[in-house]
């Protein structure tokens, strides 16, 4: 499989869940990003590792925790989330020399209830 | 800090009318430019880019943008709307020494029959 593939595509989960999106790129690439996107907003840069290093937190809640195994994969571990986090969760790769250039994965849509 | 205006959140054509989507950006040294578009369901995709030379580019599906230092935009053209350009178009910059991507809020294009 090529480009960037995200799991699952939908996930629906109560404030007290605890649940992980996944994300897989074989592009090669060395650099890989989890972005929020909320409706009539600009997409929020959440976590950015660069060869499986986290170089990048914009503030972000510690009820999301990424994780970054390797340079194919990246995760993120949901716990104890709010309502206002439902959104779509997109996850993107790039050549790390080249972070302007972004391989996004569909999203993993995400509802808390 | 730096900032994208996408004017309209909403822009409607007919079939066969002619696509302009409104970017401006507030940097006072020409950034790269993008425009990423993302179609019902899926992630978002680079349309086009300006880093240096020809401020006219072309990306494509038959898109073009042209970078106006004067005016600081980049507004993203289309001759002939077809029903496979409704989608929603962003507008991103990145600043030349550091590349992480500012966007704009999105712009939904509707083609109507």
């Known amino acids: 499989e090529t480009g960037v593939t995200q799991t699952p595509r939908h996930l629906v989960m109560g404030m007290t869940n605890k649940k992980s999106l996944k994300c897989e790129q074989h592009?090669?690439?060395?650099?890989m990003y989890w972005y929020k996107q909320s409706a009539k907003k600009p997409l929020e840069l959440m976590f950015v590792y660069s060869l499986e290093e986290r170089v990048e937190n914009n503030s972000v809640p510690s009820r999301f925790s990424p994780e970054c195994p390797n340079s194919s994969h990246l995760f993120l571990h949901l716990h104890t989330l709010q309502p206002e986090d439902s959104a779509l969760y997109l996850c993107?790769?790039?050549?790390?020399?080249?972070?302007?250039?972004?391989?996004f994965g569909a999203g993993s849509r995400l509802t808390v209830l | 800090a730096q900032s994208v205006t996408q004017l309209g959140s909403h822009v409607s054509v007919s079939e066969g009318a002619l696509v302009l989507l409104r970017c401006n950006y507030s940097s006072s040294v020409p950034p790269y430019l993008f425009w990423y578009v993302q179609y019902p369901n899926q992630g978002l995709q680079l349309l086009l880019k300006?880093?240096?030379?020809a401020t006219l580019v072309k990306g494509i599906n038959g898109f073009e943008a042209e970078f106006k230092k004067s005016e600081t935009s980049f507004h993203l053209t289309k001759p002939s709307a077809h029903m496979s350009d409704a989608a929603e178009y962003f507008c991103?910059?990145?600043?030349?020494?550091?590349?992480?991507?500012?966007w704009g809020a999105g712009t939904k294009l509707i083609i109507k029959p």
């Open positions: 991103a910059v990145s600043d030349r020494g550091n590349y992480q991507l500012i």
């Open positions: 592009l090669g690439h060395n650099a």
């Open positions: 993107a790769s790039s050549q790390d020399r080249q972070r302007n250039v972004l391989t």
């Open positions: 300006y880093t240096t030379g």
